[in-house]
């Protein structure tokens, strides 16, 4: 994931276990998704270029 470089959103529903991994800051995969601008998961939103 943390080549695609022009992914611009993200959203991950329904899934607990991928969402965990992802949490920001501590999830194990937080690193090679943290460039994308918009983030979601499991309808909250962790990054957004709104905020």
Do not use: F, V
Request: aromatic residues 2%; glycine residues 2%; contains cysteine.
């Amino acid at each position: 994931m943390d080549h695609l470089i022009a992914l611009r959103e993200l959203i991950i529903e329904d899934s607990p276990k991928l969402s965990e991994r992802c949490e920001p800051e501590i999830g194990e995969d937080w690193s090679k998704i943290a460039h994308i601008p918009s983030i979601e998961l499991d309808r909250k939103i962790i990054k957004s270029t709104e905020n």
